[in-house]
């Protein structure tokens, strides 16, 4: 039985350790799969999801039910890989498109059996500050002026960053499946 | 077009399957979880490590401070009284001068001393033989020692002019010898005795120049005990054969009202700004010490009455975030004067504050819902210590709380502890 996020939120207040695996089997799909967009590899997902998981449980307190639970637990996800990412202090560096999809492995049957496996791959091919840009324009939804704020890079940085996320992207598509996509 | 229609082609195809991928962490994952999870958070019991450390931080400073004031006030105030007593040594010397100086008129009457007693005898056995029935020139002359001593006082006035001081003289028990050199002049002039010099005009002279006297709160001669100023009255030597006192104006105590100061300094406060996000928990995260700092132009209308206003620059700082405002403070306040140096000023006014930039350091997210504009109001109290003719230091608590909005709709508050420097001009 799938415990109500109320009772959620109030165990894992309290602390209760039950409360708090429930929570995390729950949400472990979401919670993961952004870890796995923003990161660059399975382990440093891992890394990421326990950090952001050790937050969610010491901010629960400051949570307001006035929107939902699991969106506000996917944006504490969101900012807790973005704080990873600064954390690494990564530079927005131009990089040749053709480099990156040349080094890019396709694999046609792993996109055929499990697509969304193989498209998170290709995000992780990504040069870092491309893959950001892109996760949080195309998954967040972000403007180019608020990724712009919260990045401290310039809007039409952003944009540029998108761009060429995008060409990269596509060619490693091409690369894979013909020009499908 | 063509290429744009592509690319969002391109971003619906990574989304709606992206959204649908639901990875699993490695078997062992909540295991490992387990143990990095902390104890129950205590949002109060960080908060409270914060403020302890800063309020400590604060009452360091605040117990420095006026040790420091208190030790400067002290070393001011034995550098006054030091020159108070020198100059007074210097007044209690030019007296004893003048008493010297009129020393050698005693003793150049001193060979007529036989005379002058005989004079004095004479006078006796006029006060003696005053009840008598008059019945001799001499005795009709007798005239007792009321007559005498207001001949005296007059006598005295002339030698005033001859530099002697009425007070020394009559404090350092010289009348007797400026009595006999009365005595002496009137034998001089071959008055008789029995003959009252008594010039009216002199005494009217003298009562008119004491009834005018002032009492005079001089710089100089000011004891700071409390509140009560004590004065000293100096009597000025006598002058033009009357005694009279010392004029001045009387000073007012600092420059006349409405009169101008400018006051800079820095305000340590906190403001949690986990209520403004509370939706966002990194957002705001950890209570940390924000401050504003600034100039103001004080304006004050009466002793216990001020207007002031100006620029503050304000940073409201979490663990996670900043916010900049320029802050614009119109504060009214309400003095009390407690000692001398000392005084309590209560304050309280409205701020409007312009947001210049936000800095989400941690999380990188730009601020939703955040409010360019709003107007909070502020009340602080202050200990005003006086540092000098000019300079008065200012420190105390002070809290606040927002009148509009903040952001998402929320309003917030503030409390803290400021340290000031007024210049008066």
Redesign the interface.
């Known amino acids: 039985m799938i415990p109500f996020d109320e009772d959620i939120i109030r165990g894992c207040r ?2 209760e ?1 039950k409360a ?2 429930a929570l ?1 089997e729950k949400y ?3 919670l ?2 952004i870890c ?2 923003y990161a660059s590899g399975w382990h440093e997902a ?1 890394d990421w ?2 950090d952001g ?12 039910p ?2 939902a639970f699991g969106g ?1 637990l996917r ?2 996800m969101v ?2 890989a ?2 990873q990412l ?1 954390k690494r202090k990564r530079s927005f560096q131009t990089v040749e498109i053709g480099e990156v999809a040349d080094e890019f492995e396709a694999d046609e049957e792993l996109f055929s059996k499990y ?3 193989a ?2 791959r290709m ?1 992780q091919c990504l040069p870092e500050g491309y893959r950001t840009v ?1 996760n949080l ?3 967040e939804e ?1 403007s180019h ?2 990724i712009g ?4 890079i310039a809007e039409s940085a952003s944009r540029s960053q998108l ?1 060429r996320a ?1 060409a990269m ?2 060619k490693m ?1 091409e690369k894979t499946v013909g020009a499908e ?1 | 077009m063509t290429e744009h229609q592509h690319n969002d082609n391109l971003e619906r195809f990574f989304k709606e399957n992206l959204e649908r991928y639901s990875p699993t962490p490695s078997g062992d994952f909540w295991a490992r979880m387990e143990s990095s999870i902390p104890p129950k958070p205590s949002a109060w019991k960080g908060l409270a490590t914060s403020f302890r450390k800063w309020a400590g931080l604060g009452l360091l400073l605040l117990v420095g401070t006026t040790v420091l004031v208190l030790w400067y006030r002290d070393k001011q105030e034995i550098e006054r009284l030091s020159k108070q007593i020198a100059k007074q040594e210097a007044v209690a010397s030019q007296e004893a001068d003048v008493s010297k100086a009129a020393a050698p008129i005693s003793s150049e009457i001193l060979p007529e001393k036989a005379s002058i007693n005989g004079a004095a005898n004479d006078v006796a056995n006029a006060s003696e033989v005053a009840d008598a029935p008059v019945s001799s020139p001499n005795l009709k002359t007798a005239y007792g020692k009321k007559a005498f001593k207001q001949q005296l006082t007059a006598s005295n006035g002339r030698a005033g002019s001859s530099g002697v001081a009425f007070k020394p003289l009559q404090e350092a028990g010289e009348n007797q010898v400026v009595e006999k050199q009365v005595l002496a002049e009137n034998a001089a002039k071959e008055l008789p005795i029995s003959e009252p010099i008594i010039d009216e005009t002199l005494i009217s002279q003298a009562s008119q120049s004491m009834a005018a006297a002032t009492v005079e709160p001089s710089d100089e001669s000011y004891f700071d005990l409390g509140f009560i100023p004590v004065t000293d009255i100096f009597v000025s030597s006598i002058n033009n054969h009357a005694p009279s006192v010392k004029h001045q104006k009387i000073k007012p105590f600092g420059k006349p009202y409405p009169r101008i100061s400018v006051e800079s300094g820095t305000t340590t406060f906190a403001m949690p700004l986990s209520r403004l996000f509370s939706g966002d928990t990194l957002y705001a995260g950890r209570v940390k010490p924000s401050y504003s700092a600034g100039l103001l132009l004080h304006y004050e209308i009466s002793p216990s009455f001020a207007l002031q206003g100006g620029y503050h620059f304000k940073n409201i700082r979490s663990s996670r975030m900043e916010l900049r405002y320029h802050s614009v403070p119109f504060i009214a306040v309400h003095k009390m004067k407690m000692s001398r140096s000392i005084s309590l000023e209560a304050e309280t006014g409205f701020v409007v504050n312009k947001l210049i930039n936000m800095r989400s350091y941690t999380d990188g997210l730009a601020l939703r819902g955040r409010k360019n504009v709003w107007l909070g109001w502020q009340s602080s109290l202050n200990l005003g210590i006086s540092m000098g003719d000019h300079v008065t230091l200012l420190t105390g608590p002070t809290v606040g709380s927002a009148i509009s909005t903040v952001a998402n709709g929320k309003r917030t508050w503030e409390a803290g502890l400021g340290l000031n420097l007024r210049y008066q001009f």
């Open positions: 309290k602390g350790r708090q695996q995390y472990k799909p979401m993961f799969s796995l967009r891992e999801l326990q998981l050790v937050k969610i449980f010491t901010n629960l307190f400051q949570y307001q006035t929107g506000w944006r504490v900012n807790s973005l704080e600064r697509r969304e496996e498209l998170v995000l892109f324009y195309v998954m972000y002026q608020e704020n919260m990045l401290g761009s995008k992207l596509r598509l996509a």
